[in-house]
C-alpha cells in the first residue's frame, strides 16, 4: 500500500517535469523555435521582471477580485434558487425549461449583452462570472436535493420533525456535497469566462495581459501569463476544497 | 370515514409502560393515474401493551404499508387505527427503518440524539442520554465516527439506538436486520430481546422471516398478498427471557415453523399466480 502510494507520487511529478524536460531540450537545441516555444527555465527571468517592474500582481488581484465576487454573487442565489427548485415541483417546473436553455449556451456569447446590461466597467466582468455559474451551481443543488433518500425525510418525521426542521436537518446537509460539487465546477467556469472577457472588454487583469502579450508578440510574457492562470485554477480548487473538509466532513473523509 | 387517532411523535417525556394498538378494518387504496391498489384490506389487530407482536407476510402484502399508518406517516382510507396509553391517550412511537437511515451528515452521536434535539432537550441532556444507548448497544467508543465508517451491523444498532432514545411506547421496526449477515442478525436479535425485556415496550416488527418471527414474538401475524389483509394469527409459547439456543432447541420451534410456512407458503404461491 505505502509501496503504491510512493510509486503514484513519484509518477506524479515525473510525468510533467519529463514533458517539462523534452519541451526545453527541443527549444535550446531550436528543433522547435524559441521565439515561439521558449524553453520553459528561460521564463524565470521574464517572471520576476513582470512582477517587480511590472504590475503583474495587480493583474492577477483584478482577476482574483472579479472571480471571487462574481463567484458569491452568482453561487448565494444559485443555492437559494436550487434549492427551491428542488423542493417545490412549480418552481422546478417553472424553472427548469429556462435554466436548461441558458446552461447550454456557451456563457462568453452573452459578453455583448451583459454589457449593454451593466456597462463596460468592473460590474460586467463580475456579473458575467456571477451569470456564468449561478446555473451551474442551481442545477447541482437541485439535482441534491431530489437525491435525498426518501427514507431520511420518513425517519425525520418519525422523530418529530416539523417542516422547517425537514429543511434544516435534512434537506439542506443533505444536499451540500452537491452544492459543493457545483462550486468546484464553477470555480473552473469562473477562470474560463473571466480570461474570456478579459480577452475581450478590459485594460487589466490576467486575461488582459495573455491578450496584450500575444499581440505585442511577448511570447515569454504570454506563456508565464499561462502559467499564473493555471496555478490560480488551481489555488482556488484547494480553497474549495479545504471549504469543503469544514463544512462536509462526513464526506471529505471518505476522499 | 376513516377515524385516526395518531401517535404523537414521540417525545422523551417521562417513561410510560407500553402502548396498546387497535386496528379495526384498516384499509389503504393507493390511486394512481392507472387504477387503484389495496395495499391493506380489512385489517383487525389488537397489540397488548408489552407485547411483541411480528408480522410476517411475502412482499408486497402490506406489512410496510401498516406499519408506516401505525407510526403516523401514513393514513388509513378506511377503518379505524388507534395507537394509545392505557389510559387513552395518543402513545409515542419510534420506527426502525430498514436500510441505511442514518444520515450521513451526522456523527453516530449526533444520529442518536437527533429526536432529542428536535424535542428541545438541552446539549448536556441529550449528550447523557446518547452516552447511555451508545452503551445500551456496545458502541460506546464510536460516539464521534460518520456513519460510513461503521458495518452494517454497528449502523444498524444504532438506528435502534435512535428509535430508543425517544422512550417510545410504542417501537416499531420495519425488517431492521434484513440486511444483516446470518451471526450479525443472530446477535442482534438476541440484542434486541435483551434491551426489550427489561423495558415494558410494546413491539410491532415486520419480517419475512420465519425464524426471526419464532424466536422475538408473543404473537405471529400471517399477512397474505393481494390484497394485503390478516390471514392467521399465531400464539409463541416459548417462555421469557428467551435466547436463541433455547427457541431453537424447543421441541415445539419446528411444529411452529412447519405450521407457520404451511400457512405462508399458500399465500406466497397464490401471490405468484395472482402477480403471473
Known sequence: MMRKRRTELLLTIMGPLIVLLIWEALSRTETIDPLFWPAPTSLWDTTVELFTEKDLLGDIGISLYRILLGFVLGTIPGIVIGLAMGLFWPVRAALMPIASAIYAVPKIAILPLVIIAFGIGELSKIMIVAISIFFLVALNTMSGVLSIDNQFRDVARNLGASKWELFWTVALPGSLPAIFTGMRLSLGFALIVIVGAEFLAADKGIGFMIWQSYQTLRIKQMFVGLVITGIMGWALTLVVDALERIIVPWRADDA | ?276
Not at chain 2, 4 to 10: D, N, Q, S
Not at chain 2, 197 to 221: C, M, P, Q, R
Open chain 2, 1 to 276: 370515514m376513516a377515524q385516526v387517532i395518531h401517535p404523537e411523535p414521540a417525545s422523551s417525556q417521562t417513561p410510560q409502560a407500553g402502548a396498546q394498538v387497535i386496528a379495526r378494518h384498516v384499509s389503504r387504496r393507493f390511486t394512481t393515474q392507472t387504477g387503484s391498489v389495496d395495499a391493506c384490506i380489512d385489517v383487525n389487530l389488537t397489540v397488548d401493551p408489552g407485547q411483541f407482536v411480528v408480522i410476517v407476510g411475502p412482499s408486497g402484502c402490506g406489512k410496510s404499508t401498516f406499519l408506516r399508518m401505525v407510526a403516523g406517516l401514513d393514513s388509513p382510507t378506511g377503518g379505524e387505527l388507534l395507537v394509545t396509553q392505557q389510559d387513552g391517550s395518543p402513545a409515542s412511537n419510534a420506527m426502525v427503518f430498514h436500510g441505511r437511515t442514518l444520515f450521513p451528515w451526522l456523527t453516530i452521536r449526533d444520529n442518536i440524539a437527533y429526536g432529542l434535539r428536535l424535542s428541545g432537550m438541552s446539549r448536556s441532556g441529550r449528550r447523557n442520554r446518547a452516552e447511555e444507548l451508545l452503551d445500551l448497544v456496545g458502541l460506546s467508543r464510536f460516539g464521534d465516527a460518520w456513519p460510513h465508517q461503521l458495518s452494517e451491523g454497528m449502523r444498524q444498532r444504532v438506528s435502534i439506538a435512535r428509535a430508543l432514545a425517544m422512550d417510545p411506547t410504542l417501537l416499531l421496526m420495519d425488517e431492521p436486520f434484513g440486511a444483516l449477515d446470518e451471526q450479525t442478525r443472530f446477535i442482534l436479535q438476541e440484542e434486541l430481546l435483551r434491551i426489550w425485556e427489561k423495558s415494558g415496550k410494546t413491539v410491532l416488527f415486520v419480517t419475512h422471516s420465519i425464524d426471526e418471527a419464532l424466536i422475538l414474538a408473543d404473537k405471529i401475524v400471517i399477512m397474505s398478498a393481494h390484497p394485503g389483509t390478516i390471514r392467521e394469527v399465531i400464539d409463541v409459547p416459548f417462555p421469557r427471557p428467551r435466547s436463541l439456543t433455547d427457541v431453537r432447541s424447543d421441541p415445539q420451534f419446528a411444529e411452529l415453523f412447519t405450521t407457520t410456512w404451511t400457512t405462508l407458503r399458500d399465500e406466497v404461491e397464490s401471490g405468484g399466480a395472482f402477480r403471473g
